[in-house]
T-cell receptor, first 112, second 115 residues
């Protein structure tokens, strides 16, 4: 299964746009890219999922280049409440859940 | 539509006792996953179940841990003869089908403390 690499941490300020990039060089043809957000002492929350090009919802945008070897989660105008850990997962179906973990994710700290 | 429910939220057990963690998936979801998260670490997959079937238990420790998802009632993660190293947050997630590629909905977790 595709291994993912994310920055360990990022800092930002309120009102800025934040882009978190995930590398997945050996992504398979039927793999989707999924991002989760986790606040302290809470379970992860599904944010967005995509296969190619661009996906946008009310929370974030996901940019996927043509080769799909990386993806970028974009959070527009972050606030203090966006401080959390963000996880990137790559997989083709939930039957692969046993072969991957959430890893360490990216700890985003939003400052006033 | 109620979310994934887990109980208890906090559980304290002495070494050697049994811990039973319960998870009720979202309505309409028939797939359940259990994860363990140690302090300051990411989530580690433990087991994936469908009703009355264990699909993938490759993340479960070989001894003392078991899981079930009966036809009726919640999914249960059971830890026998707990040790201090079992202290962690245990999260349950559910999904409506196996084709949703990691679109899982998580519960609030059960924090197990072994004294």
């Amino acid at each position: 299964l595709a291994k993912t690499t994310q920055p360990i941490s990022m800092d930002s300020y309120e009102g800025q746009e934040v882009n978190i990039t995930c590398s997945h060089n050996n992504i398979a043809t039927n793999d989707y890219i999924t991002w989760y957000q986790q606040f302290p002492s809470q379970g992860p929350r599904f944010i967005i999922q995509g296969y190619k090009t661009k996906v946008t919802n009310e929370v974030a945008s996901l940019f996927i280049p043509a080769d799909r070897k990386s993806s970028t989660l974009s959070l527009p105008r972050v606030s203090l409440s966006d401080t959390a850990v963000y996880y990137c997962l790559v997989g083709g179906s939930n039957t692969n859940a046993g072969k991957s973990t959430f890893g360490d994710g990216t700890t985003l700290t939003v400052k006033p | 539509n109620a979310g994934v429910m887990q109980n208890p939220r906090h559980l304290v057990r002495r070494r050697g006792q049994e811990a039973r963690l319960r998870c009720s998936p979202m309505k309409g979801h028939s797939h359940v996953y259990w994860y363990r998260q140690l302090p300051e670490e990411g989530l580690k997959f433990m087991v994936y179940l469908q009703k009355e079937n264990i699909i993938d238990e490759s993340g479960m420790p070989k001894e003392r841990f078991s899981a079930e998802f009966p036809k009726e009632g919640p999914s249960i993660l059971r830890i026998q003869q707990v040790v201090r190293g079992d202290s962690a947050a245990y999260f349950c997630a559910s999904s409506p089908s196996s084709a949703t590629a990691y679109e899982q909905y998580f519960g609030p977790g059960t924090r197990l403390t072994v004294t």
